[in-house]
């Protein structure tokens, strides 16, 4: 069958306009995560509490042991058994937010990890607070080193925002889909999908870049 790219050019508006969700999705669900995985890296790493622990333990490998898609299924669809009700908008944001911040807060404990412990023990015996200490003195240095990490995290959650389609929001992939049961035409409408996510995730891999030669010349 010839191809025929027609399709995709009568659909672009509708494909444009499903990126832009694709995009709102992937920055609040990463910039959630990354709260939480701070949280939660911090905590895992600074307070020695053994019950405090277990429980970030136990949501960090639960998270990372289980299919995205398995949590997307129990939060829409399961939570509302139990009285829990949200859109499906608010639903995938919450659990690709979830998810990422199981992996990025080992990113984030690592990060810390890195960090000379001679540099906490330098600051305590000038007189800075444990609070002090990692904000001023710790903090600093460990984002510089999770950057590229966090970047890669950023482009997982982007393409991982494809599974959000299942639970019915319009997003890339999701549209792309509703285009090919229209059309019947893959090849051009799921080519042209690949394209759009490669388009976004070498600006993120561009701008990680850029992240790191600013964090350099901070001094971070």
């Known amino acids: 069958?010839?191809?025929?790219?027609?399709?995709?050019?009568?659909?672009?508006?509708?494909?444009?306009?499903?990126?832009?969700?694709?995009?709102?999705?992937?920055?609040?669900?990463?910039?959630?995560?990354?709260?939480?995985?701070?949280?939660?890296?911090?905590?895992?790493?600074?307070?020695?509490?053994?019950t405090l622990g277990i429980l970030l333990m136990l949501y960090v490998e639960i998270f990372r042991g289980s299919p995205l898609l398995i949590q997307l299924f129990l939060i829409y669809y399961g939570l509302p058994s139990v009285g829990v009700v949200m859109s499906a908008f608010t639903a995938g944001i919450l659990g690709l937010a979830l998810n990422g911040g199981?992996?990025?807060?080992?990113?984030?404990?690592?990060?810390?990890?890195?960090?000379?412990?001679?540099?906490?023990?330098?600051?305590?015996?000038?007189?800075?607070?444990?609070?002090?200490?990692?904000?001023?003195?710790?903090?600093?240095?460990?984002?510089?080193?999770?950057?590229?990490?966090?970047?890669?995290?950023?482009?997982?959650?982007?393409?991982?925002?494809s599974l959000v389609s299942v639970i019915s929001i319009t997003e890339l992939a999701r549209a792309g889909n509703l285009i090919y049961y229209r059309t019947t035409r893959p090849f051009e409408i799921y080519l042209t999908l690949g394209i759009f996510y490669i388009l976004m995730t070498v600006t993120i891999s561009l701008f990680s870049k850029y992240l790191e030669g600013r964090s350099r010349k901070w001094g971070l």
């Not at 027609?6 to 910039?31: C, G, H, K, R, Y």
């Open 102 to 161: 199981a992996y990025i807060s080992e990113i984030i404990r690592a990060s810390f990890m890195s960090v000379d412990k001679g540099q906490r023990e330098a600051a305590f015996s000038l007189g800075y607070s444990n609070l002090k200490t990692i904000y001023h003195i710790i903090l600093p240095q460990a984002i510089r080193i999770a950057i590229p990490s966090l970047m890669n995290s950023f482009s997982s959650i982007l393409k991982d925002s």
């Open 1 to 50: 069958m010839k191809m025929n790219f027609d399709v995709v050019f009568q659909n672009m508006p509708f494909l444009l306009a499903a990126t832009l969700v694709t995009v709102e999705i992937t920055l609040i669900s990463f910039l959630l995560a990354l709260c939480i995985a701070f949280v939660v890296g911090t905590l895992r790493y600074y307070f020695k509490s053994r």
